[in-house]
């Protein structure tokens, strides 16, 4: 008696098909899932470099008997991580000049994929004009450079009040005030060289955004090189010391930018009508 081998069976056409959708549909979820975890760690990488940027801020005030740090001002001394005295104007603007309370450039100052502007043969400067945060230079420590968009003096403080808070017992509302912010400067998605050493607010003397949304693809002028670069939100370091996400809406809200928009409760003016017309 013969006895024959039983057939195999084998995957139909159809049943081939079906299994190969299957792996590739569970192979797109984990390239999806594994995409966002690396950007919630990215994003969460940015609100810690806030809260730390704000620590070195405040030491700032304390070895500078209460004076906020300038957002831009040239006659103030800075040095590398070698002990280099920078010349202007790479020393005007706030990454070396907190330095001496980081020493973590790339994990404060430039990270995310930025780090190689701090190894490039150019990166005292790379530092101080592309760090991942900029910073509110215009309300909070003032811009004295010729790009400000109102330079503190007394003159102009005479017509229009204290606007730039330049010394710690000049702070009010500190939970509300923006200090550095997701930055960017220029529209690309790459991250190497992607931040700016300053953020403008909506409206100064003028509207100074574009009344269009904010797009990755516009030009970073168009609203004062903030970066929504975290699903449509900016990491903002608050004078308060804290660390928030600010979504567009939030952003244009003029009380997160200006100490007398906040005190006089305006959302889309940065200075009273009284200040500005006396």
């Known amino acids: 008696m013969k006895f024959f081998p039983k057939e195999k069976e084998a995957f139909t056409l159809i049943e081939l098909l079906v299994s190969l959708t299957l792996i590739a549909a569970i192979a797109a979820v984990s390239i999806s899932s594994i995409s966002l975890f690396k950007r919630q760690a990215m994003m969460s990488k940015e609100m810690t470099a806030a809260r730390n940027l704000m620590v070195a801020f405040n030491l700032f005030s304390n070895d500078n008997d209460g004076a906020i740090l300038p957002g831009y001002k040239t006659d103030l001394s800075a040095k590398n991580q070698w002990g280099d005295t920078l010349a202007a104007p790479v020393n005007a ?79 009010r509302y500190a939970p509300n005030l923006i200090v550095f912010l997701s930055a960017r400067s220029n529209p690309d998605e790459a991250w190497e060289g992607r931040g700016y050493f300053e953020v403008q607010p909506p409206v100064v003397l003028r509207n100074n955004w574009k009344s269009k949304p904010w797009s990755q693809d516009a030009k970073p002028d168009e609203h004062g090189f903030a970066d929504l670069r975290w699903n449509g939100k900016a990491v903002a370091a608050m004078l308060d010391g804290s660390a928030r996400l600010f979504d567009e809406e939030e952003l244009r809200d003029m009380r997160h930018w200006s100490p007398l928009a906040v005190e006089a409760d305006l959302k889309d003016d940065a200075f009273p009508p009284f200040y500005r017309k006396r």
Request: proline share 8%; glycine share 12%; net charge neutral.
């Open 93 to 171: 603007r706030y990454p070396w000049r907190l330095y001496p309370y980081i020493h973590d450039v790339t994990g404060t100052l430039v990270y995310n994929g930025n780090e190689p502007v701090f190894n490039h043969e150019h990166g005292d400067y790379l530092v101080s004009v592309s760090p991942n945060l900029g910073m509110n230079t215009t309300f909070i420590g003032g811009h004295f450079g010729s790009g400000s968009l109102l330079r503190p003096s007394a003159r102009v403080e005479e017509k229009i009040g204290p606007f730039c808070i330049r010394h710690t017992s000049q702070i």
